[in-house]
């Protein structure tokens, strides 16, 4: 028997490092990333997060890879709850 019920489950998981890939790039117009977070504490945890870069931010990108480097850094960073 099922009972409904209407409910965020929310679970709580430490994240001590990540790791991207660039899996797609439009010369000129925009890039696709995916960052793999990973968690020291359950090897099982499995959390990528999809992020594409257009525009502005892809014209900054230039020669500077170290430009997606801190972008990714800043995408993870957000993720932290304050």
Do not use: C
């Amino acid at each position: 028997m099922s009972f409904p019920v209407d409910f965020d489950y929310v679970a709580s998981h430490h994240i001590s490092s990540y790791r991207y890939v660039i899996t797609r790039v439009v010369p000129f117009t925009s890039a696709d990333i995916v960052i793999i977070l990973q968690s020291d504490s359950d090897s099982a945890f499995n959390k990528s997060i999809d992020m594409t870069i257009e525009g502005e931010e892809y014209s900054l990108w230039g020669n500077d890879d170290n430009y997606i480097t801190d972008l990714v850094a800043k995408k993870v960073a957000s993720l932290q709850p304050a």
